[in-house]
């Protein structure tokens, strides 16, 4: 879903300009993540302000190291920064999800379609909102269907096999609470 940034109900794509949640030029610093951070959380929505906090920050694998040292280095050391060495982006975001669909990239398995990742997109998200749903076929439950059967095959040997459905689906249901940096 975040590869394949489809239009949502209004025809625009989940990340876009329009929506204040794309932000280009922004790879994974700490400046970046704090100008991220402040542009999220402050947020308003036809003059209403929104006070969503980043809760998770969700990256490709090849930011990993980067995303860590950001989020648990307890001091700042280094030239240009500004006095005093505490990391004022230390446990600013709770939780980190690295994917490396996203750097890789992932086929829809129905369409065929294939979307390309990116080793240095990275992306802001708050479960103070509602963002992308997950639902089952009316009547099947969140629980696969399993059958197995076993059957006396050649040789005395036994074969076993099992029929496994699960009828499910995601789509992105809001764009707030969401926000995509390009590097």
Do not use: C
Not at 9 to 29: I, P, V, Y
Request: hydrophobic share 35%.
């Amino acid at each position: 879903i975040l590869l394949a940034n489809a239009a949502m109900q209004d025809g625009t794509t989940l990340f876009h300009s329009d929506r204040s949640n794309l932000r280009t030029s922004s790879a994974l610093t700490r400046t970046n993540l704090a100008a991220a951070l402040t542009a999220f959380e402050t947020q308003s929505e036809n003059g209403v302000e929104l006070d969503l906090e980043a809760t998770h920050l969700i990256a490709p694998r090849a930011l990993k190291d980067t995303a860590l040292q950001i989020l648990n280095s307890s001091e700042i050391r280094g030239t240009g920064e500004i006095n005093g060495t505490v990391n004022t982006s230390q446990n600013s975001v709770n939780n980190t999800v690295f994917d490396s669909r996203l750097d890789n990239g992932v086929t829809d398995p129905d369409s065929g379609t294939t979307y390309a990742g990116s080793a240095t997109d990275w992306y802001l998200v708050s479960t103070e909102g509602e963002t992308i749903e997950v639902a089952y076929l009316e009547g099947a439950g969140e629980a696969p269907s399993v059958s197995s059967w076993t059957s006396n095959g050649n040789h005395g040997r036994w074969e076993i096999g099992h029929a496994i459905k699960l009828d499910i689906g995601a789509k992105a249901i809001e764009s707030l609470p969401m926000q995509k940096n390009e590097a």
